[in-house]
């Protein structure tokens, strides 16, 4: 049974638009949320994370929101940039536990 | 730094026959983990290590897959034999300590198939 779902497949957003990426979970005992991002043949890089104490965090271009009790957490990039075309996995981990678990991910095309 | 080193990059072998993968984490980090990652799915945990102790296990196959990380930093994780649906993706990844919400830092992975 998937724990986290991602159930946009792909996305594509012009150049300087905003990108929403959307994450939802079904287990009540996560508390710790991270974004990786993963271009082809390379591993997924850690790109941002958030904890249950929080609803927002900002890092640069990079926003994190979580909705506990929708169970959701969503991505922001703004502005969008080519070079931010990539695989998006949502990950959550919970408490006293270092394991992950992984969304099934979304590819975004940001268009020139 | 360098970061987490894993080879092979790519491994073609036909089924029934074994194969092992090796991954160096980044200095310092005693955490280590194996995840496997189907096409169009996201990591799964395989195993995790605390140094040299393998903490979760859960899932891994034990018929066909082991694991060992001796001395707490370098790991193989082999299989043996290999099956057709065990094409997949091997990543290897580390983290600084137990517990706590460390993010965790990927290698390349393995690319391996099976035909």
């Known amino acids: 049974d998937q724990q986290v779902k991602q159930n946009s497949p792909s996305l594509s957003v012009q150049e300087g638009r905003i990108s929403i990426l959307n994450c939802d979970y079904t287990?009540?005992?996560?508390?710790?949320f991270l974004w990786y991002k993963k271009y082809p043949a390379e591993g997924p890089t850690f790109l941002i994370s958030?904890?249950?104490?929080?609803d927002k965090n900002e890092d640069g271009r990079f926003t994190v929101f979580l909705n506990k009790s929708a169970k959701h957490l969503s991505l922001h990039i703004v502005p969008s940039q080519p070079g931010d075309s990539a695989v998006y996995f949502c990950?959550?981990?919970?408490?006293?536990?270092?394991?992950?678990?992984f969304g099934t991910g979304t590819r975004l095309t940001v268009i020139p | 730094e360098a970061g987490v080193v894993q080879s092979p990059r790519y491994k073609i072998i036909e089924k029934k026959q074994p194969v092992a993968f090796w991954c160096n984490p980044i200095?310092?980090?005693?955490?280590l983990y194996w995840y496997r990652q189907n096409l169009g799915q996201g990591p799964e945990l395989l195993i995790r290590?605390?140094?040299?102790?393998?903490?979760?296990d859960s899932q891994l196959p034990k018929d066909r897959f082991s694991a060992e990380r001796l001395k707490g930093v370098d790991s193989t994780l082999k299989i043996q034999p290999a099956e057709l649906g065990d094409s997949a993706v091997y990543l290897c990844?580390?983290?600084?300590?137990?517990?706590?919400?460390?993010?965790?830092?990927f290698g390349p992975g393995t690319r391996l198939t099976v035909t």
């Open positions: 990844a580390s983290s600084p300590s137990p517990g706590g919400f460390y993010e965790q830092y």
């Open positions: 287990n009540s005992m996560f508390d710790y």
């Open positions: 958030i904890s249950s104490i929080k």
């Open positions: 990950a959550a981990s919970g408490t006293g536990a270092n394991n992950l678990f």
């Open positions: 200095s310092g980090h005693n955490t």
């Open positions: 290590y605390e140094n040299e102790e393998a903490v979760d």
